[in-house]
């Protein structure tokens, strides 16, 4: 199976400044792929690429085995967009908006409409000026989700969205891919890439510098420790996925690989906790980490 | 309180003293013009009659007791200053409570120390002062130019008690709806509603249709003759009643709430079918308005023909020029001047066209057009749809202009003209399409400063046009905007095809090369 979009050495200028300098894509059939990267990295100047808006400076880009830019209008019918900044007609309702976008994109099923109004609670009669961000948001996500579209793109679409309304999309995101949808999920989230994506790539300043799977970008997913401890626990080196190991005057920090973290946590009670702390490294943690330099 | 008074007198400070200004500048304006024009007691005596014998005189002002410039100037200019001042305080009102409440700015304040009702006295204080001064100054400026000091007063008195009645009318509109908007347009409909029952009222000498007009009560105290300043004492009853009215409206409802229920639009849209049904549904709104508007002034004007067979009474050398610029092989004043209210409103409708297309680069400015585009709605349907609403649109507005100017004009001088007016008004199409074809061009190829440059486009043509440019002398008629080639039919002139064929090539071009550029270039 072809991948469904393909993006080589693409760039993009704006004058001087560079906002694609050589970004490599690859989403396959039927996956749903994170597009990861801090504000401002080129997430979106790539998927306004994808969808035609802005032409490329160079490089290829093959968008469902077309042309995003000479073949936009046919490729749009077999895909659906919600936009990092959704803007809505101020005079029409939600429900006009969804009828009308789903429509522009060659059909609407009416039945998964319904039950998307229902889970995301959306109230279709109201003006979309009145709604908040939240709610337009949502007049995205049941158009997009409501479209027999085979690719979706979403660029950061819980922007706004409460943690239930955020579950509803994570359980929609899931039911598309069971239907055989391919998605790109643009976010700066890393849990939720983590929670939904097979294949993820991450992007800095322009650039890929990570693309795999999400077991082969384990390392990056470590959750960082502190653990003021009753004991000295020792170099802790027999235990795999254990990293950067520092312990001073009976507080240990570490970084754990998530599967590892059974096996630290029995030793650290063993020992006696006596206060623990654990988070999630934050995406700019990893970039500072891991790539600082690598950029420049 | 005092926090919410200063923070509206801030914001309104700048606002509120240029419709002063406008005001008070009309008002010694209109005096000012007619002294110059009406030297003698006999001239002015004469125009007196004009005005009695004419209703649609008569509307503007109500009737004209006593041949004197201040008498005059308070009729020409009374019911236009009595509604700027009303619609000022309506809007001030507005923008201080329903519109600041909507914001959610005024939770903000009302969580510091600060009484449910303040904001709306707060905004009621400054509205009533704004009126305040424009009427204070009014007066005073009249009575520095040398007018009678009662009169002045008077008229002053008229001018705030008109603002203090609309600034309660404002204040009851806010608390029934929920958005600024709908609670403005119910603001200027009452203001409407009152200026035509005056107009009726004046117009037909049906005394009670002007005293049911808040706008009446002022006109009824007839400054500069009868001063009688009774007819303000209605004014202050009824502000009393509809504040009353507004604060226990205020009292029983809930912040952000309104009285009237919010009627809930479509849950699904049917209509909407694709670009075109969208394109339809954004700008109906702007053609609609248009639509009236057009209306409104061609019925105006064509309702003043009566006037123009006196244009032969000019003197020689005046009537010569004038038929020169306005007159056709008929040599008649009368076709001339319908042949003014037709370049009248084709230099207006071409302003339409360059709003409705610039709605083009609004819908890509806003991140709207990249909503549709992402579908599979070419850029060119999208492009053509709102270009042709813009097109289609002029065509109908010059029509409809064409059509009722032609219609009051038979119906007043008793000659049957629906058919050549409206051929005139067609003819201009080509020329107002043009004039649409630049704001195309500049939303295609220069998006930046597309509206700018199409507004800049649309004044150029009206500035070096037949119609402004004579009046200003040096530029006047002009060869370089299209409008100058349309032959003047109305008075007999042959209509030939070779100018509007130049003219449409040229629309075509710019807007064909505008077509090519928005597929071309990167958008937002």
């Known amino acids: 199976m072809d991948d469904l979009i393909s993006v080589t050495a693409l760039t993009k200028s704006y004058g001087a400044t560079r906002a694609l300098d050589g970004l490599d894509l690859s989403v396959r059939a039927g996956e749903v792929h994170g597009f990861l990267g801090p504000n401002g990295a080129g997430k979106s100047t790539t998927i306004r690429i994808l969808l035609g808006l802005i032409r490329a400076t160079s490089g290829t880009v093959r968008l469902l085995g077309g042309d995003p830019w000479r073949q936009a209008t046919e490729l749009h019918r077999r895909l659906a967009y919600i936009p990092g900044d959704v803007t809505l007609w101020p005079a029409l309702t939600g429900g006009e908006v969804i009828d009308l976008l789903g429509r522009a994109r060659g059909g609407l099923d009416q039945r998964r409409r319904a039950e998307l109004m229902d889970r995301f609670e959306l109230d279709p009669r109201k003006r979309t000026r009145t709604y908040s961000k939240g709610n337009r948001q949502k007049v995205a996500l049941v158009a997009a989700f409501s479209s027999r579209a085979e690719l979706l793109i979403l660029d950061e679409p819980t922007a706004g969205l409460d943690p239930l309304m955020e579950a509803a999309f994570r359980t929609s995101v899931i039911e598309e891919q069971r239907a055989g949808r391919t998605v790109l999920l643009s976010s700066h989230l890393l849990s939720e890439v983590e929670a939904l994506c097979d294949r993820v790539t991450i992007i800095r300043a322009g650039r890929a510098v990570e693309s795999g799977t999400l077991s082969g970008l384990r390392h990056l997913t470590r959750t960082s420790i502190t653990a003021d401890l009753a004991g000295s626990p020792g170099p802790l080196s027999d235990l795999p996925g254990v990293h950067d190991v520092l312990v001073e005057n009976g507080r240990l920090t570490c970084q754990a690989d998530s599967d590892a973290l059974d096996g630290l946590l029995a030793r650290l009670s063993a020992i006696g906790v006596r206060g623990l702390t654990c988070s999630p490294p934050s995406l700019e943690d990893l970039f500072l980490r891991h790539y600082q330099g690598a950029a420049r | ?524």
Request: hydrophobic letters at 55%.
């Open chain 2, 1 to 524: 309180m005092t926090v919410l008074l200063g923070l509206a007198a801030r914001r309104e400070r700048l606002r509120s003293a240029v419709w002063i200004l406008v005001v008070v500048m009309l008002g010694a304006g209109l005096v000012s013009y007619i002294d110059r024009y009406f030297t003698t007691q006999e001239a002015l005596r004469v125009y007196a009659r004009v005005i009695s014998e004419n209703p649609i005189f008569l509307g503007l002002g109500g009737p004209v007791a006593e041949p004197s410039v201040g008498a005059m100037a308070a009729w020409r200019s009374g019911g236009l200053l009595f509604l700027l001042t009303a619609w000022m305080a309506l809007t001030i009102v507005i923008r201080h409570t329903r519109a600041e409440e909507e914001s959610g700015r005024q939770e903000l304040m009302l969580s510091g120390v600060i009484g449910r009702a303040a904001p709306l006295t707060a905004a009621l204080v400054t509205a009533a002062v704004a009126a305040l001064v424009a009427g204070a100054l009014t007066a005073g400026v009249l009575v520095a130019i040398g007018m009678e000091v009662a009169g002045s007063l008077a008229y002053g008195a008229a001018i705030t008690a008109a603002g203090w009645v609309f600034a309660a009318i404002g204040a009851v509109a806010s608390q029934l709806v929920q958005t600024a908007r709908t609670a403005t347009t119910l603001g200027l409909l009452a203001l409407g509603v009152s200026y035509v029952l005056r107009y009726l009222g004046d117009a037909s000498g049906a005394t009670w249709l002007t005293w049911s007009s808040p706008l009446g009560w002022s006109h009824l105290v007839r400054a500069y003759s009868a001063d009688r300043w009774w007819p303000l004492i209605v004014s202050l009853v009824a502000t009393g009643v509809l504040l009353a009215l507004a604060y226990a409206l205020s009292a029983r409802r809930d912040l952000d709430a309104g009285l009237l229920p919010v009627r809930p639009g479509p849950a699904t849209g049917p209509y909407l079918k694709g670009p075109f049904s969208l394109a339809w549904r954004l700008q109906r709104g702007l053609l609609a308005k248009w639509a009236a508007g057009v209306m409104a002034a061609a019925a105006l004007f064509s309702g003043l023909s009566g006037v123009a067979p006196r244009l032969a009474e000019q003197p020689g050398w005046v009537l010569d020029a004038f038929l020169h610029r306005y007159g056709g092989p008929s040599g008649d004043p009368v076709d001339a001047y319908l042949w003014i209210i037709v370049l009248l409103l084709a230099y207006t409708v071409a302003l339409y066209p360059v709003l409705a297309t610039l709605r083009l680069h609004h819908e890509e400015s806003s991140g709207h057009a990249e909503a549709l585009l992402s579908t599979a709605v070419s850029r060119l349907r999208w492009a053509a749809a709102h270009l042709a609403v813009a097109a289609l649109g002029t065509l109908a507005l010059l029509a409809l202009g064409g059509f009722v100017t032609g219609l009051i004009y038979s119906l007043v001088m008793g000659d049957p003209a629906v058919g050549r007016v409206l051929a005139a008004a067609l003819e201009h199409v080509p020329a107002a399409w043009l004039v649409g074809a630049f704001a195309a061009f500049a939303v295609g190829v220069l998006p930046r400063v597309s509206v700018a440059l199409s507004w800049t486009v649309w004044g150029a043509v009206i500035v070096v046009g037949d119609l402004v440019g004579p009046l200003i002398g040096l530029w006047g008629w002009s060869r370089v905007e299209p409008f100058h080639y349309t032959p003047n039919t109305v008075s007999g002139e042959p209509f030939t095809a070779a100018p509007a064929t130049v003219i449409l090539a040229l629309t075509a071009l710019l807007v064909a090369t505008a077509l090519i550029r928005l597929r071309d270039r990167d958008l937002g």
